[in-house]
């Protein structure tokens, strides 16, 4: 009779040191810091793309703006929930284990301590701005056949006048288009002919 007594004792004592150990051990454990992301902006201007549209025989060079896309970094200090196994344990003991951990993952979010913010670069490139007539741009056009280059210039409302050069006969099929930007040379698109004949 004694000895049931005594291993009841033991079973009691070892269910009230359990109670509990997943919000205690969060408690005692120590800080871990980490960084989490915050808002997400535009950066500095990097470069443009062209693009030549083409409608009824009207040819319009276009450019759409990119942007480094920037991301603020948050350094935060935080306890960590502890204890998962133990409050897993502690579920079939009228459903405490659950409680225990909920009060764990409670202090571990209420101890959370922003440490700083600093604004980063995500990596990414992003449109920033809206696509607008590219006017008064040099064009330079290819024509690998007859290895020949001519260069125009875009007009006010950003077209480009190939009308005769698309009905011109010769071995020239096809005319490569390029924007020529300072000392950089970017290439557009090309242009079939024989789809205008």
């Known amino acids: 009779m004694q000895l049931k007594k005594i291993i009841s004792l033991i079973c009691l004592a070892g269910l009230l040191f359990a109670m509990g150990c997943a919000s205690g051990l969060t408690m005692v454990a120590p800080r871990v810091e980490e960084i ?32 480094k896309e920037t991301v603020e ?33 409670i202090y571990a979010n209420a101890s959370e ?3 700083g913010r600093l604004i980063g670069n995500s990596g990414k490139i992003i449109p920033c701005g809206e696509v607008e007539p590219a006017a008064h741009e040099e064009i330079l056009l290819q024509f690998p056949d007859s290895e020949r280059i001519k260069r125009l210039l875009t007009d006010n409302k950003a077209t480009l006048q190939l009308e005769e050069l698309l009905k011109e ?24 002919k024989t789809f205008h004949f």
């Open 36 to 67: 989490t992301e915050g808002e997400k902006g535009m950066g500095d201007r990097i470069n443009v793309v062209y693009m030549l549209e083409e409608e009824k025989g009207i040819y319009t060079l276009t450019r759409q703006p990119y942007c």
């Open 73 to 105: 970094k948050i350094q935060v200090s935080r306890k960590r929930p502890r204890g998962f196994i133990i409050a897993l344990c502690e579920l079939p003991l009228y459903g405490l284990g659950a409680v225990d951990y909920l009060v764990a993952k």
């Open 113 to 115: 301590e922003e440490m």
């Open 169 to 192: 006969k010769g071995q020239d099929l096809q005319i490569n288009v390029f924007v020529k930007k300072e000392n950089n040379i970017l290439y557009i698109k090309t242009i079939d």
